[in-house]
């Protein structure tokens, strides 16, 4: 049985995998995309990360390729957990399906996986990043709409938002952190994150 992370009522995360027919078939519609992946899109091919096996054996978050799943049945988009970098720093990377744009699917999993990784780490991670094309427009609205504001105009081509984690109880957060890595210890099947949304970005 797969493992999904639920992070909302009807979306989830999923490690890629490359024996998944499911995750093939995002993975190609994404680099058939031209606002995506093809010649002039805005992301790296999600085909070749899905070639990389090496992240379906780590037992944490980060430096990990998810597929984003409707209802835990479609695949509807690619999130990608950076590693945590030295200025206690991570970087998302993502994109969605044609079909899914525009209904506020990846503002939503922003704000949930900003909130999972601000719990799961709480003394390691400060500032979640997105770096994001300076034409992609859309990309930059839904950034603004998850609660991430604009850091960085670089001279390139690219921006870069951010996210800094706000605490509300420390004690909470700790207490709630617990209580999730009890269920991921738990259950194999399935993990409900429905109790560690601790964080209010904005």
Request: charged content about 25%.
């Amino acid at each position: 049985m797969e493992n999904f992370i639920v992070i909302d009522n009807n979306l989830s995360l999923k490690k890629l995998d490359p024996s998944n027919l499911k995750d093939i078939w995002l993975a190609k519609t994404l680099d058939q995309d031209e606002v995506i992946a093809v010649k002039n899109g805005f992301l790296y091919s999600i085909e070749r990360v899905l070639q990389g096996k090496y992240y379906l054996t780590k037992k944490d978050l980060y430096g990990t390729p998810y597929a984003i799943y409707q209802d835990k049945k479609s695949p509807i988009g690619f999130l990608e957990i950076g590693t945590i970098i030295n200025d206690y720093s991570v970087f998302l990377t993502y994109a969605l399906i044609k079909e899914a744009r525009g209904k506020g699917y990846m503002c939503n999993t922003l704000k949930k996986t900003s909130n999972l990784i601000f719990s799961d780490k709480i003394n390691q991670i400060e500032n979640i990043r997105l770096v994001i094309d300076q034409k992609n427009i859309a990309s930059e609205k839904t950034a603004l709409r998850a609660g991430f504001n604009c850091i960085e105009k670089t001279p390139n081509k690219y921006n870069i938002y951010q996210l800094t984690k706000k605490i509300i109880n420390k004690t909470h957060l700790l207490d709630l952190r617990n209580e999730f890595f009890y269920y991921l210890a738990s259950s194999k099947a399935l993990v409900s994150l429905t109790t560690v949304i601790l964080i209010v970005p904005g």
